[in-house]
């Protein structure tokens, strides 16, 4: 069963993850650095969601407040 939540920081390395499978470009050394990802997690206009099946990260949906970031992710 999938399991719709909100991304934490603890998934940044499942994310990334995901990511690298789906072969998605993504910059770990600028804008998807693990510290820039927090601050958007804790800010007050973004929406990160993850979908997960059993324990597995298989999709991403990250939104933020002037649609540079949107990201719909679905692994295999």
């Known amino acids: 069963m999938v399991n719709i939540r909100e991304l934490t920081i603890d998934d940044y390395d499942a994310l990334c993850a995901l990511w690298e499978e789906a072969e998605l470009p993504f910059r770990p050394n600028g804008r998807d650095q693990r510290d820039r990802i927090a601050r958007e ?24 407040h002037d649609g540079r970031k949107v990201d719909a992710t679905v692994g295999n």
Do not use: H, K, N, Q
């Open 41 to 64: 997690i804790e800010g007050p206009c973004s929406v990160f969601l993850i979908a997960e099946d059993e324990r597995d990260l298989v999709g991403a949906i990250l939104g933020t």
